[in-house]
């Protein structure tokens, strides 16, 4: 963890599946816009870091609003607006990076406020020269089966398979590169964004299982119970 790294922070969805009037990464965790826990965890983690935060452009007031309301500091963070997909807001962050980060660039999701310093410190711990990205994964507990277009299905060994989460972390100039060939196409996360490009050397390290992401109502209760709130 150092200077020249940079975190880029996720929290431009509009959490349609929450079924709230605001997108769910503003939702309150503990008396507060989870965003923000988020946002502490991550800097408390890895304070030299820079931090790029992604907002849809019509939350990016309403937002500085709520920081001003709640005296929450947000002088050392950049803020980048949105796109249409995932990919897009991505890429505009990248743009909004500092020139200084030319080390790893961290894509967390706004939206996991669990995230420990632990698993960030894992995460940091498995960098090196020679990979193309790390990514936190968890094992699947459930049994897993694979659906087929006529309605049949068949088991799949869960043993092969993991659950990913955020942070994802790469090399600055890769990550960059690869967003570059990938304007227009459809991603779920960075990973696959790296794939796409070539840059197949992504290395899985243990994710923690508290690092959920919040998407429906329930999600509030168990990171407020994992968060001691």
Not at 162 to 190: C, E, H, I, M
Request: charged residues 20%.
């Amino acid at each position: 963890m150092a200077r020249n790294d940079c975190y880029i922070i996720v929290a431009a969805g509009t959490g349609s599946r929450f079924g709230a009037p605001l997108p769910k990464q503003f939702c309150h965790l503990g008396g507060r816009p989870l965003l923000m826990t988020t946002i502490d965890s991550v800097r408390s983690a890895d304070p030299q870091a820079a931090i790029v935060l992604v907002l849809s452009r019509q939350m990016i007031g309403p937002w500085r609003e709520m920081c001003a309301e709640a005296s929450f500091d947000i002088s050392d963070i950049i803020i980048a607006a949105g796109g249409a997909s995932r990919a897009e807001s991505v890429s505009n962050a990248l743009a909004s990076v500092p020139d200084r980060c030319t080390g790893w660039i961290s894509v967390h999701d706004g939206a996991r406020p669990v995230v420990s310093a632990e698993l960030i410190e894992r995460i940091a711990q498995a960098r090196r020269p020679d990979i193309h990205g790390i990514i936190p994964a968890t094992a699947v507990t459930d049994s897993l089966r694979e659906a087929e277009a006529d309605g049949s299905s068949h088991a799949v060994d869960r043993s092969r398979f993991r659950a990913v989460q955020t942070p994802q972390s790469f090399p600055a100039s890769l990550l960059k590169d690869a967003y570059l060939r990938a304007s227009g196409q459809a991603f779920t996360d960075d990973a696959s964004v790296m794939e796409a490009a070539g840059y197949t050397n992504l290395v899985l390290v243990e994710g923690d299982p508290r690092n959920i992401k919040v998407t429906h109502p329930a999600d509030i209760a168990v990171a407020a119970l994992y968060l001691g709130k």
